[in-house]
């Protein structure tokens, strides 16, 4: 074979593959395809019409209209006012808002769970069945709630967990009222309900529903906004409420529990160089009247400090949080100061279209002997050293599977225990 | 050894050929076109930093400096202007940008996620009746009655311009 009459035949050979790839992948269109052709179709019509309509009135030109030299309405003929007229009736089509309008969803779980703790059972649960209802109510004002319904041994119990109607001014400052779930937590305030947004099975120890150490719950009223601080993108929560009941667990809301208001506030900063970096601080003030009183009828003052340090880009994601509850006996002067943090540490692995993410936290909680409050068995919160290991697995865009091992030690009496935990949780 | 020769210069130029057949359909089927972000003529914004642009389309920023609210129009899925907008704006793919709003709209920060359009022509009716629209069109589709607005101070077809 002569050298031209061989290249020719690898040439050939080399358009014949490629020829052959691209008739098999252009063989059947998928139905995306069609949409995409459609819309690009739409889009030439579009264009077409607009260059019909610019042949049609001298002067005008459909080029790209530079900022600044905007003077539309004086090149516009009266034909194309006319037409721009009749345009801005159909185009209140496009984008027009319903007042109210309701948009409905919702997050559920299912769990299993095994442990070697004395006098447990394993088996299944059904989590919270969680339905959130936002409503824009104008431009300026919305409503948001949030319905959870949890199994009990005998029932169903229903909860308003958050009930929030917003007046907007402006990106500084907006202000709401209702019940929230309190400021004064990073995990608190990202996650609320919505078990398949985080990555864990189950909140860390300081905050779970239903826990004693922080107030979850907070009904009143707060300001929010951005802060003017540029790059930092920093943002504020102020809030004043009832605070916690009698029950320290629930919050006020039939009514406080004494004639002194709880507040809160937060700062975090959000810098726009470093986006999934938040820092972040809260301090939260209360006076607590338990029910049942304690011996002498003593009332609490509390004082929370909080921060956190997180980055959720999930490459890796950490979140950190860290808080002291300060208590102070109104009747003997006496100050107990608890303490409680954890660190989470997750990663989002690249393969199999990143649909797994191994996940680890460690959980430190200590309540002095002494504290009065936390110690009484209405309310008691332990001591708690907890490892959590797990890893997550993404099966949809919006359902995910989560298998966990947890080792608990609480107080020094108290035996170690070992669980595992699967989950699935999903919104729809 | 002249044969052996032979077929290796032949099998390099036909590897060479079949190189640069596939760069050129490879350009051809990727075709870079520059999206304008269009706002109303009403609209008193001249130009927006990359960055401020970002938050305005991640529900961040949510009124303009007028208190006017932002109404952001976005193109539906499989769109060339909505894939450049998620991949330089959102920094997301399309999963995550629905996830982003989910997880948006539970926290109360959102009601909705953006009002999703169909074609250019939708948003130009829609920039038309909202003074606070604001929506991202091929450079090639602005129409007359679109403020067309800098980034970083660039305009579409300006070298350093973000959007493409």
């Not at chain 1, 009222?177 to 309900?193: D, L, V």
């Not at chain 1, 004494?258 to 986006?275: D, E, S």
């Not at chain 1, 959590?388 to 995910?400: L, V, Y």
């Amino acid at each position: 074979m002569t050298k031209p009459r061989c290249v020719l035949l690898w040439i050939l050979l080399l358009l014949a593959a490629g020829g052959a790839a691209s008739a098999q992948t252009a063989a059947e269109p998928g139905p995306s395809e069609v949409v995409n052709a459609l819309l690009t179709r739409i889009d030439r019509l579009e264009q077409r019409v607009a260059e019909l309509e610019a042949s049609k009135t001298p002067g005008s030109t459909p080029a790209p209209q530079a900022p600044g030299t905007a003077s539309e309405e004086n090149q516009q003929s009266p034909a194309t006012k006319i037409h721009e007229h009749d345009e801005d009736q159909s185009s209140a089509s496009v984008a027009e808002h319903h007042f109210p309008s309701m948009h409905l969803r919702g997050f559920a779980d299912v769990d299993f769970s095994s442990t070697d703790e004395h006098g447990t059972h394993s088996g299944f649960t059904l989590g919270q069945f969680v339905l959130h209802v936002a409503s824009p109510l104008s431009n300026r004002v919305a409503y948001f709630g949030e319905l959870s319904f949890t199994a009990q041994p005998t029932s169903y119990t229903a909860d308003v967990e958050r009930s929030i109607i917003r007046f907007d001014y402006n990106d500084y400052f907006k202000l709401s009222f209702g019940r929230y779930h309190t400021p004064i937590n990073y995990w608190n305030t990202e996650f609320h309900h919505g078990l398949w947004l985080q990555t864990t099975i189950s909140r860390p120890e300081m905050i779970r529903f239903g826990g004693r150490f922080q107030p979850v719950h907070f009904l009143g009223m707060l300001a929010e906004g951005h802060l003017p601080s540029g790059p930092l993108g920093m943002g504020y929560e102020i809030g004043l409420g009832n605070g916690r009941a009698g029950t320290i667990s629930r919050a006020g809301d039939t009514g406080d529990a004494n004639n002194n208001r709880a507040w809160v506030a937060r700062v975090f900063a959000r810098p726009t160089g470093l986006r999934g970096l938040q820092v972040g601080g809260a301090i939260y003030g209360d006076d607590i009247t338990p029910t049942p009183a304690l011996t002498g009828n003593p009332r609490f003052s509390e004082l929370i400090e909080s921060a956190h340090i997180v980055w959720t880009s999930e490459t890796p994601e950490l979140l950190s949080e860290f808080a002291n509850v300060h208590h102070r006996d109104t009747l003997t002067g006496t100050v107990y100061n608890s303490q409680a943090y954890y660190v989470q540490l997750a990663y989002r692995l690249p393969w199999q279209q990143r649909k797994w993410k191994p996940y680890y936290r460690f959980e430190y909680m200590h309540i002095p002997p002494t504290e009065p409050l936390f110690s009484l068995p209405d309310f008691q919160v332990k001591d708690l050293v907890q490892s959590t290991a797990g890893i997550r697995w993404d099966i949809s865009d919006f359902a995910a599977f989560k298998w966990e091992y947890r080792h608990t030690k609480r107080g020094p009496t108290d035996p170690i225990v070992n669980g595992a935990f699967v989950q699935t949780s999903f919104t729809f | 050894m002249r044969k052996a020769a032979s077929f290796w210069t032949s099998f390099v130029v036909a590897v060479a050929i079949g190189l640069v057949c596939y760069r050129l359909s490879a350009a051809d089927t990727t075709k870079v076109e520059d999206v304008a972000v269009v706002v109303s003529p009403k609209n008193a914004v001249q130009s927006l930093t990359l960055s401020e642009l970002t938050k305005i389309y991640r529900g961040e920023r949510q009124y303009w400096r007028t208190n006017l609210p932002v109404v952001i129009l976005f193109r539906t899925p499989g769109t060339y202007e909505r894939d450049v907008v998620l991949r330089t704006i959102f920094q997301m793919t399309e999963p995550q940008y629905k996830q982003y709003w989910v997880s948006r709209i539970m926290r109360a920060e959102a009601t909705s996620p953006p009002t999703e359009v169909f074609s250019t022509g939708m948003i130009k009716e829609g920039i038309a009746a909202i003074p606070g629209a604001i929506g991202c069109v091929r450079a090639s589709e602005v129409r007359p009655d679109m403020k067309v607005l800098r980034i970083d101070g660039h305009l579409p077809g300006e070298a350093g311009y973000p959007l493409h």
